[in-house]
């Protein structure tokens, strides 16, 4: 069998585990279709474009799940944390990124490295030889979706994931909206600039949610279902589900105060700052099945936004992944066919930095088992760990939904040494997670 490893897809999963299998003295050859053969998510042919949101979530690593998985991605070196870093926007205590230029970061990286050499013929068919990691993500093309049904037998799962709007800064009504991080959590005056807010009296949410829910949709395909993942549900229906249900969720006007007026909004619109210029703005929690008319429509409504352009519409599309825990083993091969591995949001990880960790860990796998080592998955106590367990056994293969990282993958806390609130046992988990982590990182030496 040849020593080279075969990577396809150059998402954040497939980035990252070429940078790592690559890093570790193995040849890749990263295969992307794109812009060759391009999808309707996608604008470019960078690498790790990211395609909805432009934030890598909380970058908390004492308290928070996901910023503990940034810690765990710093720490092994990874590619994709290396450029969110570099491309970093403010946003209180999110890490979010520039986009265009974070993806041209992590392309130029992964070209320049002399072990790295890129395809972009599309992969249509499963190898039954050779080293390979399938990291093509929600949007596999549908030849090679056939022939991952054909191999496992099994069909693949599906959800549909939706896009947020972007709107043009400078088309935001600044004498209706205002700049403040909820809770104030911008420290510095640039930070202050993470989020505009738009308020809402009861009136007026009133009669955004009636237009929400008279808007036209899109429509699903015979044979479709509305499987969303939770994490990511289109507006209209978190609104279909209760007409309170947005002003709990991502209309909550809590942590805001107006300076217009002094007066504490019934409902606020949060819009996140997208790009190093400050002249996009992401409208946060905003995925929407709304064809582009009702958009703009629906949209205009919002105090602050009645003469808004749009530099991206919301949009809809299905996201494919597969049942991990029944076809996976504890390397993350395909039973059915060892030779192949799987990574990123295909394996039923939801977020990019999820993704990405997967693409970490099976870079490190494939290259040791090449090199003739093994590498064993990170303890179940570690971020990466807890993710990996949950998709290669930890979950139940009836009832497996996609899942980002959180506490609840983890091992309980022992409780005696009187760490009791939630705030004190987070930071426990976190404390265990980066010893553990740090040891497992020394035993690959």
């Known amino acids: 069998?040849?020593?080279?490893?075969?990577?396809?897809?150059?998402?954040?999963?497939?980035?990252?585990?070429?940078?790592?299998?690559?890093?570790?003295?193995?040849?890749?050859?990263?295969?992307?279709?794109?812009?060759?053969?391009?999808?309707?998510?996608?604008?470019?042919?960078?690498?790790?474009?990211?395609?909805?949101?432009?934030?890598?979530?909380?970058?908390?690593?004492?308290?928070?799940?996901?910023?503990?998985?940034?810690?765990?991605?710093?720490?092994?070196?990874?590619?994709?944390?290396?450029?969110?870093?570099?491309?970093?926007?403010?946003?209180?205590?999110?890490?979010?990124?520039?986009?265009?230029?974070?993806?041209?970061?992590?392309?130029?990286?992964?070209?320049?490295?002399?072990?790295?050499?890129?395809?972009?013929?599309?992969?249509?068919?499963?190898?039954?030889?050779?080293?390979?990691?399938?990291?093509?993500?929600?949007?596999?093309?549908?030849?090679?979706?056939?022939?991952?049904?054909?191999?496992?037998?099994a069909d693949a799962l599906a959800f549909f994931d939706a896009i947020a709007p972007i709107v043009y800064a400078d088309t935001v009504d600044m004498?209706?909206?205002?700049?403040?991080?909820?809770?104030?959590?911008?420290?510095?005056?640039e930070e202050q600039t993470a989020y505009m807010n738009c308020p809402m009296d009861k009136a007026q949410y009133e009669a955004f949610i009636d237009a929400l829910l008279a808007a036209e949709k899109t429509t699903f395909h015979e044979g479709e279902t509305a499987g969303y993942f939770d994490g990511c549900l289109p507006i209209e229906v978190m609104a279909e589900r209760g007409r309170e249900t947005l002003r709990f969720g991502p209309m909550k006007p809590v942590g805001l105060t107006n300076p217009h007026t002094g007066i504490k909004a019934y409902a606020v619109v949060q819009l996140r700052r997208d790009n190093a210029l400050g002249t996009l703005y992401n409208m946060v929690g905003f995925q929407t099945k709304m064809k582009y008319g009702a958009q703009t429509s629906v949209f205009k409504m919002i105090p602050g936004l009645h003469d808004a352009s749009f530099a991206r519409l919301g949009g809809i599309h299905r996201n494919t992944f597969l049942n991990s825990p029944?076809?996976?083993?504890?390397?993350?091969?395909?039973?059915?066919?060892?030779?192949?591995?799987?990574?990123?949001?295909?394996?039923?990880?939801?977020?990019?930095?999820?993704?990405?960790?997967?693409?970490?860990?099976?870079?490190?796998?494939?290259?040791?088992?090449?090199?003739?080592?093994?590498?064993?998955?990170?303890?179940?106590?570690?971020?990466?760990?807890?993710?990996?367990?949950?998709?290669?056994?930890?979950?139940?293969a009836k009832t497996f939904q996609p899942m980002n990282v959180n506490f609840g993958l983890f091992p309980p806390i022992d409780a005696k040494g009187g760490r009791k609130g939630r705030k004190d046992r987070y930071k426990a988990y976190t404390d265990r997670a980066k010893d553990t982590f740090t040891q497992w990182l020394a035993g690959q030496d």
Not at 175 to 189: N, P
Request: charged letters at 20%; hydrophobic letters at 45%; aromatic letters at 6%.
């Open 1 to 153: 069998m040849s020593n080279t490893l075969h990577i396809v897809g150059a998402g954040m999963a497939g980035s990252e585990a070429a940078w790592q299998a690559a890093n570790m003295g193995v040849p890749v050859v990263l295969h992307e279709m794109r812009p060759k053969v391009g999808t309707f998510a996608h604008r470019t042919g960078h690498f790790a474009e990211m395609v909805c949101s432009n934030s890598f979530r909380s970058d908390d690593d004492e308290r928070n799940a996901v910023g503990l998985l940034h810690w765990e991605m710093r720490a092994a070196k990874g590619v994709i944390l290396e450029a969110a870093t570099a491309h970093r926007l403010p946003a209180g205590g999110a890490l979010a990124v520039d986009r265009d230029p974070f993806a041209e970061y992590v392309t130029a990286r992964l070209r320049a490295h002399p072990l790295i050499s890129v395809s972009d013929e599309e992969v249509t068919e499963l190898s039954s030889d050779g080293n390979w990691i399938i990291a093509t993500g929600p949007l596999t093309s549908g030849a090679l979706a056939s022939s991952i049904a054909a191999t496992t037998g």
């Open 175 to 189: 004498s209706v909206a205002w700049m403040q991080s909820r809770y104030d959590k911008g420290e510095t005056v």
């Open 326 to 396: 029944t076809l996976l083993d504890d390397q993350m091969r395909l039973r059915a066919r060892p030779n192949i591995r799987f990574a990123g949001q295909i394996t039923g990880v939801e977020g990019y930095v999820e993704s990405a960790a997967m693409g970490l860990l099976a870079g490190r796998m494939a290259a040791a088992e090449i090199l003739g080592r093994r590498i064993e998955a990170p303890p179940q106590d570690t971020a990466m760990g807890s993710l990996v367990h949950h998709i290669t056994g930890g979950a139940d």
